[in-house]
Every structure is written in structure tokens, then in C-alpha cells.
């Protein structure tokens, strides 16, 4: 019992550090696409910040869930 107590705490610190990361990137790609002026460019930094976010809520989701 005292393991799975462990790994659950373990797993829910990675998430916590994988919510900040992905909150960073989000900050880090809002921050770039003010900038780029490349259509090109510009899709890659949408379609990576859509990642992002999608990411960010499913993390947060499981975050909720505990």
C-alpha cells in the first residue's frame, strides 16, 4: 500500500511539472507568434500552440482528478 501511495505521489508531481512546462511553452509560443511575419511560419506556430493547449487541458484534467 505504501508503494502505490509512493507512485501516486510520484506521478502526480511529473504531471505537475509537465503542467508548468507546457504553461511556459504556451507563454514562449503566444510571445513568438507576435512576432513572426512568415504565413509559413505563422501556421507552424498555430498549429504547435494548438498542440500545446490541448495538452496543457489534458494535464489539467487528470491534475483535477486526483
Not at 17 to 36: C, D, G, H, S
Amino acid at each position: 500500500m505504501q508503494k502505490q501511495k509512493r507512485e501516486q505521489l510520484q506521478k502526480q508531481k511529473e504531471i505537475l511539472v509537465e503542467i508548468e512546462a507546457a504553461r511556459k511553452r504556451l507563454q514562449t509560443l503566444l510571445i513568438n507568434l507576435e512576432y513572426v511575419t512568415d504565413p509559413e511560419v505563422m501556421d507552424i506556430c498555430i498549429y504547435e500552440l494548438k498542440a500545446v493547449q490541448c495538452r496543457y487541458q489534458y494535464l489539467l484534467k487528470l491534475a483535477k482528478n486526483w
